[in-house]
Nanobody, 125 residues
Framework: QVQLVESGGGSVQAGGSLRLSCAASEYTYSRYCMGWFRQAPGHEREGVAAIRQSDATISYADSVKGRFTVSQDNARNTLDLEMNSLKPEDTAMYYC??????????????????WGQGTQVTVSS
């Protein structure tokens, strides 16, 4: 089954930028949806952004619109998340996730079957 590995987390001051990357080992099926989620201590895991592989349709959580950009590289099997204008409230463990088939909106962890181990993002004020 597919393995997802995130990288690129770290610590940054408010207003700074980070780029996360998710590498997928191999896909079993050709239709899939990939997403980024995050979970802060004491909070539920929430969706950040997702992209439908077939036509690159993207959806973002309202809290990150205009600041985060998700992109995929089908040749390299990677999913990136460019995060700009970071805020302390963006501090969380960030996870890459995959579901086979179409994307389901709104973004919810319920519909994703495969997860990476997570990468920590810490934004200081």
């Amino acid at each position: 089954q597919v393995q997802l590995v995130e990288s690129g987390g770290g610590s940054v001051q408010a207003g700074g930028s980070l780029r996360l990357s998710c590498a997928a080992s191999e896909y079993t099926y050709s239709r899939y949806c990939m997403g980024w989620f995050r979970q802060a201590p004491g909070h539920e895991r929430e969706g950040v952004a997702a992209i439908r592989q077939s036509d690159a349709t993207i959806s973002y959580a309202d809290s990150v619109k205009g600041r985060f950009t998700v992109s995929q590289d089908n040749a390299r099997n990677t999913l990136d998340l460019e995060m700009n204008s970071l805020k302390p409230e963006d501090t969380a463990m960030y996870y890459c996730a995959l579901r086979y088939g179409d994307c389901v909106w709104p973004l919810s962890r319920t519909y994703y079957n495969y997860w990476g181990q997570g990468t920590q993002v810490t934004v200081s004020s």
